[in-house]
């Protein structure tokens, strides 16, 4: 009878392994959503200001770890940017040089992040990633104001001066001792901003302080401290003022990137992390047909070398971007 009640047991043990590995596999098709802003015409003679862009560094930086992409256009209606964030796994607010006060790109990025919130509350995994202005953004949305300060960090790579909650992160934890040193000690992250976040602010902004861990600050050219990296503390919301896709994917002359072995292993780390993030999350498109609808994979990127900042971006809104099958 012990031995039928412990075989018994064994078999119990073993469904209930075999439930929670699958429970635990990965999504291994997860798309992120990429958040556009309008062009500037230097870009490209054939690109209008009313028109929105996304850099393609962004995009290859997602496709680099594994996901697919799909842009997030500003000039959709709420009603459908909340239908679109149900159908995919993450999303990333990229940097350039949208206001963040009345913009297309706030007003979206703020639907987006409360909806974002929503998931989380309701269970359902919804990481969020902040570039530069994507990073910023992310702070005035938890604020509920604008919250910015002037900073002098225009195109200077610096290295990063970890807090203590970095070493505990989950942005960190999985990131070796050398690429950590790498870090702290070598010139890898590119800043391209005028703007930034006091470290004080934490101190005595209730909200900010209750969503976000900082895990590393910075100082301008004049000596003023800003927050550099941090993470959500109860939501899988992360951010970086500093720029890692440029490190794999922008070569301008006019950027001081570092293309270092060291600088191009971190940036594939974190966007290794990001979308291994997503994996987490498993809602789909409703259809095939629904998903190829809002695939990326329909633009055609457009060269941007040589006037612009960016080697390449996707252009949105004049219909004649879109491939011709």
């Known amino acids: 009878m012990n031995t039928l009640y412990i075989y018994v047991m064994f ?23 990429v958040l556009t802003q309008k062009v500037h015409s230097a870009f490209s003679p054939q690109v209008k200001k009313s028109e929105g862009y996304i850099a393609a560094s962004y995009v290859k930086y997602l496709e680099m770890a594994g996901a697919q992409v799909v842009p997030i256009l500003a000039t ?23 206001p963040l006060d009345d913009s297309p790109f706030y007003e979206t990025a ?19 990633w902040g570039t530069c202005l994507g990073f910023e953004t992310l702070h005035n949305l ?9 900073v002098v960090a225009e195109n200077i790579s610096m290295e990063l001066n ?21 870090l702290m000690f070598e010139k890898i992250t590119l800043n391209m901003h005028h703007s930034g976040i006091s470290p004080e602010l934490y101190g005595t902004n209730l909200k900010l302080n209750a969503m976000y861990r900082v895990l590393s600050t910075n100082f301008d050219e004049k ?15 992360y951010g970086t003022q500093w720029h890692p896709e440029k490190n794999l994917f922008e070569w301008t002359t006019r950027e001081a990137i570092n293309h270092s072995p060291e ?24 259809s095939v047909k629904e998903e190829i ?14 006037t612009s900042l960016f080697e390449q971006v996707y252009v949105f809104g004049n219909g004649s971007e879109i491939i011709q099958h």
Do not use: C, W
Request: charged share 25%.
């Open 11 to 33: 078999l119990l043990a073993m469904l209930s392994s075999e439930g929670m590995a699958k429970k635990r596999k990965p999504n291994n098709r997860p798309t992120i959503g």
């Open 76 to 98: 959709m209606k709420p009603k459908a940017v909340r239908k679109l964030v149900r159908s995919i796994n993450g999303a990333l607010f990229p940097g350039g040089a949208a």
């Open 110 to 128: 703020s639907v987006i992040y409360h909806e974002a919130k929503k998931l989380n509350d309701k269970g359902v995994h919804f990481p969020l």
């Open 142 to 150: 938890a604020a509920e104001e604008n919250i910015l300060m002037d």
């Open 162 to 182: 970890f807090t203590q909650h970095a070493f505990r992160s989950r942005l960190f934890e999985d990131m070796d001792k050398k690429m950590m040193q790498d």
């Open 223 to 237: 000596g003023v401290e800003f927050v550099s990296t941090v993470e959500g503390i109860k939501y899988p919301f």
């Open 263 to 286: 600088a191009v292993a971190v940036a594939q780390y974190l966007s290794n992390f990001f979308v291994n993030e997503a994996r987490k999350n498993f809602q789909k498109f409703k």
């Open 293 to 306: 609808k809002h695939s990326i994979f329909k633009y055609a990127p457009i060269f941007s070398g040589g």
